[in-house]
């Protein structure tokens, strides 16, 4: 990296320092709506007890998990909320707030990671889409088409009944989905940086194609990429949840919100609680997951840089 | 009723309420506009040109805006005293206004005869055919062709979107348009075209025109008088003579200066000093003080007012004060 | 005009193809063997042979691909591996009744969204307009199913007003049964449409033609109608036709939670069962539907944004 920065002219290096300011530009303007910080600490928390379940499971070896979270103790069923159980117990009598906590990971983790492979794979094929231009542009972006021809919802079954059900399959589904959206996202950003005039001065010094991505195109693409990222995550997990839900993603015994749900619709009459409050779960999440994309998308408006 | 002037602003203030400050937009504006006259009002952009129109309108948004004191005589009657529906009927068929841009100030889903219809049909009762006739009728003073009157606004040019806004507010053939900028945003031989558009129209329909602008270029050739705007405030009002000729306002003396010249060989343009002051927070005593070449002591506490340098030519400046030496000697 | 609609349409039919192409290559992939499926694992080893040589499930998958779209452009869809009936008979069977719950759900959101993003726009920053907010803003952010599981317990279970699943029959029941479900699915909807509807009249609000409108000295009321509304129509539309898209998967969960019998839920039962051929079928009807859809949005458009209207105009 050293040499890049010996070999371009001063005016190039400017984009670079820009970039660190915008970063804690865009953190100062966030800061600024209450409601998207209050949904990244909220997010904070949840992302914080997850971990805080992972170092349970490898301390305690599973144990703890198997016994609280997967273990039936038919007894205690469908408690409401006590002392012992802050959300109650569900139909088989497992603590409800545990298997909440424990079910993060395939909600939120999930989510992320299924649009970070998006992002990844779609953002390769955008670029390339963009970089190469005509020929190649356009068979990707046909392909994509054929993608964005189907309802997103629909292209996820499609997968799932191709590889059936569980997680990683689910998974895959989610992040097949939304690769057209970061390809776009991609292939546009590539296309605004190619023709500025930067480039041909980089190009002149002997920069390389990647050099170009990595300095031009990457920095100029984090902004809707954060953005559209936040809001896919949101997106992502609704999707997981509902395919959960209908049986076809995550399977039982996991504590998956959206299994959770679709389990608690037998017992609606007597015990609402396993109804209402893994959904509220879910909301949340969701609902942070869009106050911090719309805070954001606020916060990177480039109209609002002084 | 026996009137001189069709409109008179007596002492008008304005403010707008923000979440930065109070913004003083008009600090007591006078002015008057006789039948038939143009009078040209100068100023730099957030002299508070267009809160004036606006005012005169009626189109200050509640809130924020606020008009605190002041009159508005049209024709004797002060506007501020009628009711929203008597202000209706004045908008649009008594007084008129076209709007600075020309490209987005006209609804681009609407056909522009149904856009002049509008109009028509708001302030009497017409048939739609007659309307319709009327709107055809206007196309046709205004230069366009008839038949091109169901077609949409982005398939004419700036300088036709122009004339057909023109079209709009004389449609009803008003006694007074107030033009803001009409011509900025136009290139200069259309300018031209729209200027002597709009000085043939005024002579034929006898309407009163209150032109804004900060081109003196253009005061000079469409005038009759001329007001001079600084900070909320007219800081000099008199004949085009008087302005152009024996300007006496040290803001005055500053815009002509800046203005480069076909004839005189000039090293540098001479810029006035400093900048406008931010509305929030004007200037104590004299609002153009802190940029005057003459400013004195006196200047900062001064309650400023017009005085009379002829019948028809008055300065907002203490130099100008009658008992000026009374005051130097204290 | 025609011309517009004629270029679209072209445009959609290599796309569709494309689809048919992945779907069909897609589902392939699925485990088990089509021939158990149908015959049952009990079946002997010959009877399995000779239906996979009917089938012509040995010949080359391509093959096989062109055989599929050829009789899916006469009209065939295949039939059921479980139980012999036409996939297309089925599809259009269930269909309709999805369709009640979507329409409903888009006009449900277009009668409550459209009239609180106006006020809410006109309002800004007034109690109204960030009270809608939030509520839109959480409408936004609640998944479709646990919405409807909510308003199960609150108005069948608690309050016993309306049936809590089945599709009713007769004029009546039907409208009774179809209110939970439509409120559940077009609540993301109403909150989208909402949210846009007033970002969009923002927009048109601070334009200088508004300005002009009433100069005129013509009514509020009319300046909002007649020109703020036409104006900020147009990106509602398209707003109203990406909805479509996420309704059609929404409407696969509301049909879950409120047992209704429509395509959604044969298409979850299919998957479960591993009848192939329903699946297929329903996604490559589903996917055309969505595309005439869309096409049906973008000639709207057209239709209604003069800029595009004058280039075709007596075309």
């Not at chain 3, 011309?3 to 349409?9: E, N, P, S, V, W």
């Not at chain 3, 809590?164 to 109403?190: D, I, N, Q, R, T």
């Amino acid at each position: 990296m050293e040499n890049i920065d010996k070999k371009m002219p001063e005016y190039l290096e400017e984009d670079i320092y820009s970039e660190r300011s915008l970063m804690q530009e865009t953190w100062r303007r966030l800061n600024k709506s209450k409601l998207a910080m209050a949904g990244m600490y909220f997010l904070i928390l949840l992302c914080v007890l997850s971990v805080v379940t992972f170092v349970i499971d490898v301390v305690t070896d599973k144990s703890f998990y198997n016994e609280h979270v997967i273990d039936q103790d038919l007894v205690n069923r469908l408690k409401g909320p006590s002392l012992n159980h802050i959300f109650g117990t569900d139909e088989f009598g497992r603590d409800i707030f545990l298997r909440i906590i424990w079910g993060t990971r395939y909600s939120l983790f999930m989510g992320i990671f299924a649009i970070g492979f998006a992002i990844v794979i779609g953002g390769i094929i955008g670029a390339i889409a963009g970089f190469y231009g005509r020929v190649t542009d356009n068979i990707l972006m046909r392909f994509m088409d054929i993608l964005l021809a189907m309802p997103p919802m629909l292209l996820a079954l499609t997968v799932v009944a191709a590889l059936g059900t569980g997680l990683l399959n689910v998974v895959i589904a989610v992040a097949i989905s939304y690769i057209p959206t970061y390809a776009r996202v991609l292939r546009a950003s590539v296309l605004t940086v190619k023709d500025k005039e930067y480039i041909e001065s980089a190009r002149a010094v002997g920069a390389s194609n990647a050099q170009i991505i990595i300095r031009f195109v990457i920095p100029n693409s984090l902004a809707p990429i954060i953005v559209q990222g936040t809001l896919g995550v949101a997106g992502a997990i609704l999707t997981i949840a509902s395919l959960s839900f209908v049986g076809l993603g995550v399977q039982p015994p996991l504590p998956e919100w959206g299994l959770m749900l679709s389990n608690a619709r037998t017992y609606m009459r007597e015990a609402w609680h396993i109804t209402v409050i893994p959904g509220i779960f879910i909301m949340l999440t969701i609902l942070s997951l869009n106050l911090m994309g719309d805070g954001l998308r606020d916060a990177l408006d480039p109209r609002l840089k002084n | 009723m026996e009137y001189e002037n069709i409109l008179e602003v007596r002492n008008l203030k304005i403010i707008y309420r923000t979440d930065d400050g109070v913004v003083e937009a008009l600090n007591g504006v006078n002015l008057s506009i006789a039948k038939g006259k143009t009078l040209g009002l100068v100023g730099e952009t957030g002299a508070g040109k267009t809160t004036l129109a606006k005012g005169i309108m009626g189109l200050i948004p509640y809130p924020p805006g606020e008009i605190i004191s002041g009159e508005i005589l049209y024709c004797g009657e002060d506007l501020l005293k009628f009711t929203e529906k008597r202000r209706r009927k004045i908008r649009g068929a008594e007084i008129s206004m076209i709007f600075q841009d020309p490209m987005t100030s006209l609804n681009p889903v609407m056909p522009v005869g149904k856009q002049i219809e509008e109009v028509l049909k708001e302030h009497g009762r017409i048939t739609n055919e007659e309307a319709k006739k009327g709107a055809e009728n206007m196309l046709e003073i205004v230069g366009i062709p008839k038949d091109r009157v169901d077609e949409y606004p982005h398939q004419f040019s700036g300088g036709m979107k122009q004339r057909i806004i023109i079209a709009i507010a004389l449609a009803c053939k008003p006694r007074l348009l107030i033009a803001d900028e009409p011509t900025t945003a136009l290139d200069v031989t259309i300018q031209h075209q729209v200027l002597t558009l709009m000085s043939n129209l005024k002579r034929e329909f006898d309407t009163s025109l209150l032109m804004i602008t900060h081109d003196l270029g253009i005061v000079a050739q469409n005038c009759d008088y001329v007001a001079i705007m600084y900070a909320g405030e007219i800081v000099e009002y008199g004949t085009l003579h008087d302005i152009f000729k024996n300007y006496k306002h040290p803001y005055t003396e500053g815009l002509f200066g800046s203005i480069p010249s076909l004839t005189e060989d000039v090293e540098r343009l001479t810029p006035i000093e400093g900048q406008v002051p931010d509305p929030t927070k004007l200037p104590k005593g004299c609002k153009f003080h802190p940029r005057c070449k003459y400013v004195q002591e006196a200047c900062m506490s001064w309650d400023s007012e017009m005085y009379n340098i002829s019948s028809e030519h008055q300065v907002r400046c203490i130099l100008y004060n009658p008992e000026r030496k009374s005051i130097a000697e204290d | 005009m025609w011309r517009y609609i004629l270029k679209r349409l072209l445009m959609i039919i290599p796309v569709l193809l494309g689809v048919t192409f992945v779907v069909f290559m897609v589902l392939s992939l699925a485990p088990g063997d089509p021939a158990i499926s149908i015959l049952g694992d009990k079946a002997s080893q010959a009877d399995l042979e000779a239906l996979r040589e009917q089938l012509g499930l040995n010949d080359p998958i391509l093959v096989q691909y062109f055989r599929y779209l050829g009789n899916i452009l006469k009209g065939d869809f295949g039939i059921s591996y479980k139980n012999q009936l036409s996939v297309i008979k089925l599809v259009l069977e269930r269909f309709p009744n999805t369709l009640y719950i979507a329409v409903g759900a888009i006009l449900f959101s277009l009668v409550f969204g459209i009239p609180i993003g106006i006020i809410s726009a006109k309002k800004q920053y007034s109690f109204i307009d960030n009270a809608s907010m939030v509520w839109a803003l959480v409408g936004v952010s609640m998944p479709v199913f646990w919405m409807g599981l909510l308003l199960v317990i609150v108005f069948s279970l608690k309050l016993k007003l309306l049936p809590s699943s089945g599709m009713g029959e007769g004029f009546v029941p039907l409208l009774k049964s179809l209110v939970l479900p439509v409120v559940a699915l077009g609540s993301y909807s109403l909150a989208m449409i909402a949210r846009m509807t007033r970002s969009s009249m923002l927009e048109v609000i601070r334009q200088d033609y508004i300005s002009t409108a009433r100069s005129k000295g013509i009514s509020e009321a009319q300046v909002t109608y007649r020109h703020m509304l036409k104006n900020a129509l147009i990106p509602i539309i398209t707003s109203v036709g990406l909805q479509f898209g996420t309704l059609m998967g929404g409407s696969i969960m509301t049909e879950t939670v409120f047992s209704w019998p429509g395509i959604g839920r044969l298409m979850v039962e299919s998957i479960k069962s591993r009848d192939i051929p329903i699946v297929m079928g329903s996604v490559v009807f589903l996917s055309v539907v969505f595309s005439l859809v869309n096409l049906l949005v973008d000639i709207l458009y057209a239709y209604v944004d003069p800029q595009i209207k004058s280039q075709y105009k007596g075309k």
